[in-house]
Nanobody, 123 residues
Framework: QVHLVESGGGLVQAGGSLRLSCAASGRTLSTYAMGWYRQAPGKEREFVAGITRSDFVTQYGNSVNGRFTISRDNARDTVFLQMNNVKLEDTAVYSC????????????????WGKGTQVTVSS
């Protein structure tokens, strides 16, 4: 069982940038497709971005496509989410997730969730 811990959240002004990290322990990340989800108060959990295990193919949610970039470093068992040109509506708790493949990841069929990190965008 992999254990995921997010970091890098905080307060950022609209138009600014933030970089989230997700560190894994217990099992190597290279076994899993990895991704990020987010959930704002009163809203459903939303797929943000995903990356495949070894060929690093990426997929993004429509609301972040072109602004966010997901990457991974399998040697360090870490996944990143670079958030650029953030908007007020990006305010949410961002959670890291692992899954057997990208299809399962985008459908929310997740093997493991991190506890999340809060991102707050101010005007």
């Amino acid at each position: 069982q992999v254990h995921l811990v997010e970091s890098g959240g905080g307060l950022v002004q609209a138009g600014g940038s933030l970089r989230l990290s997700c560190a894994a322990s217990g099992r190597t990340l290279s076994t899993y497709a990895m991704g990020w989800y987010r959930q704002a108060p009163g809203k459903e959990r939303e797929f943000v971005a995903g990356i495949t295990r070894s060929d690093f193919v990426t997929q993004y949610g429509n609301s972040v496509n072109g602004r966010f970039t997901i990457s991974r470093d399998n040697a360090r068992d870490t996944v990143f989410l670079q958030m650029n040109n953030v908007k007020l509506e990006d305010t949410a708790v961002y959670s890291c997730a692992s899954a057997m493949n990208m299809e399962r990841l985008t459908k929310g069929v997740v093997a493991c969730w991190g506890k999340g990190t809060q991102v707050t965008v101010s005007s």
